[in-house]
């Protein structure tokens, strides 16, 4: 029997931390960008940790993964073409090709050390990646989006980490502007955006900067994250159109959180975040 | 300024860990039943600790006490009396006295301590403790809900802590036969019934003993709560009576999180409740 230890990740904004008890660390590397270890918890499965923060475990990504994809896709009338910013795990991708209607997904990582350590370490998560509809490049997704023929894309998905070091560019109205651009009518952008309650400032200026872009409807949906700071994250969505509150109930495929009362249930504003984001 | 440290829940059985940076301890006692500890923290204003378990904080507690009462206060039609059994940071009995309805609330905490200090260090909690409705008992729960007059309740809020120690008894099929006995036709008893994704199997046991003593329906919401294990709790409804999904969507008073749409919300059941739970 191994010594037991935790992982603990203390967030120094939120005054409040989480941590996994670990068996032992798989691998630690330092690559071009960031510092990435993988942990074997005792009840999570497999946990990743970039520059010391918490990336996902195998045990509860499936929230987030779900709740960064099938929103934003059943709100959509028909999402052919869709691209995922950041997502280099893997698991966001996967979760878009369960859809039949998707065409193209492209995946813009700008670190290919994620997703070669995903295959290796939480290799369900990429079990999508050789449909032949799926297409894996490492660059800047920033770039990416802004040299994106305009009117080319039904979903953008931002899945990245929090809004400092290479994320940081990902936060503005500028970077939002090129999805914008790279949208058909009625397409939608989603961002991850943070803790409702710990980061409602972030989220607000989020909400700011997506009407800034041009976008015609905004919306904020909690879910559960326990991985993540307070165990309470949100993704946040924005229209090149006006409705963000229909969606198709037409899941085909098997899910462990989202079904069409969940997506219901995530459109609910609670009411602290009703003034701030003018709900 | 004083040197920072950290009040950290090492939660055993789900190898997952929730701390809150701490400017200092403010108090310790051994009191007859456990050990209790409060902290000053950085973010989260006051924290208890009972027996190393993380009970509340000044921050976050709205979400706990708001769906601790306001959703079985709005399924029943008419709720004049109520009984609350733990509970003794007072803020479960705050909630509950927001509704003109409630004639009568009754308090029942083994531990006289937790509601003394929560007067001192969390008086928000207890600013409705003088209310002529308001009834503090300081005695056993279950022996109170066994030698209840028959009928003679509208609601049950059992707001204890885990089901170890002194709440133990609070989990099973003899206390909610009580519960059930005490309540009139159409009596909702709701318990705290821990976290969704960490505590399924308690979950589960929780409805087939609630089912066991006679309830007719049994429903789980789940919500966010930040300084509990995972970050995602949960209550669990039973009804003397059919329905627990039709509420009454008429409530006068401020919230922080409940409003009619989270109500709606907290009733949609993730997809890997369903099988388990029967739903």
């Known amino acids: 029997m191994p010594q037991l230890n935790?992982?603990?990740?203390?967030?120094?904004?939120?005054?409040?931390?989480?941590?996994?008890?670990?068996?032992?660390?798989?691998?630690?590397?330092?690559?071009?960008?960031?510092?990435?270890?993988?942990?074997?918890t005792?009840?999570?499965?497999?946990?990743?940790?970039?520059?010391?923060?918490?990336?996902?475990?195998?045990?509860?990504?499936?929230?987030?993964?779900?709740?960064?994809?099938?929103?934003?896709?059943?709100?959509?009338?028909?999402?052919?073409?869709?691209?995922?910013?950041?997502?280099?795990?893997?698991?966001?991708?996967?979760?878009?090709?369960?859809h039949v209607e998707v065409e193209s997904a492209v995946q813009v990582e700008i670190d290919e050390r994620v997703t070669r350590l995903a295959e290796q370490y939480f290799p369900e998560l990429c079990?999508?990646?050789?449909?032949?509809?799926?297409?894996?490049?490492?660059?800047?997704?920033?770039?990416?989006?802004?040299?994106?023929?305009?009117?080319?894309?039904?979903?953008?998905?931002?899945?990245?980490?929090?809004?400092?070091?290479?994320?940081?560019?990902l936060f503005n109205a500028r970077f939002y502007a090129s999805c914008r651009r790279a949208l058909r009518a009625g397409g939608i952008l989603v961002q991850q955006s943070e803790s409702p309650i710990a980061?409602?400032?972030?989220?607000?200026?989020?909400?700011?900067?997506m009407r800034e872009a041009g976008f015609g409807a905004v919306l904020t949906l909690p879910f559960p994250q326990p991985c993540y700071p307070t165990g309470w994250w949100s993704c946040t969505m924005a229209r090149k159109g006006d409705d963000l509150n229909t969606f198709r109930a037409t899941k085909t495929f098997p899910t462990r959180y989202y079904n069409a009362e969940i997506h219901r249930a995530a459109l609910a504003q609670p009411e602290f975040m009703r003034a701030p984001l003018g709900g």
Chains 1, 2 share one sequence.
């Open 199 to 209: 980061h409602l400032e972030l989220i607000k200026s989020v909400h700011a900067s």
């Open 6 to 40: 935790w992982f603990t990740e203390a967030h120094a904004a939120s005054g409040s931390s989480i941590g996994f008890r670990t068996e032992r660390q798989l691998h630690a590397e330092k690559t071009q960008f960031q510092a990435i270890e993988i942990y074997q």
């Open 127 to 169: 079990e999508a990646n050789d449909d032949p509809r799926a297409q894996l490049l490492f660059d800047d997704g920033i770039k990416y989006m802004a040299d994106c023929t305009a009117e080319s894309i039904d979903v953008v998905i931002v899945d990245s980490t929090d809004p400092v070091g290479p994320a940081e560019g």
């Open 42 to 98: 005792t009840d999570w499965g497999n946990l990743m940790v970039i520059d010391g923060c918490i990336m996902l475990t195998g045990r509860d990504n499936f929230l987030y993964h779900e709740m960064m994809s099938h929103p934003a896709l059943f709100t959509h009338a028909n999402p052919k073409r869709v691209v995922v910013i950041g997502g280099g795990d893997c698991g966001t991708l996967r979760e878009v090709l369960r």
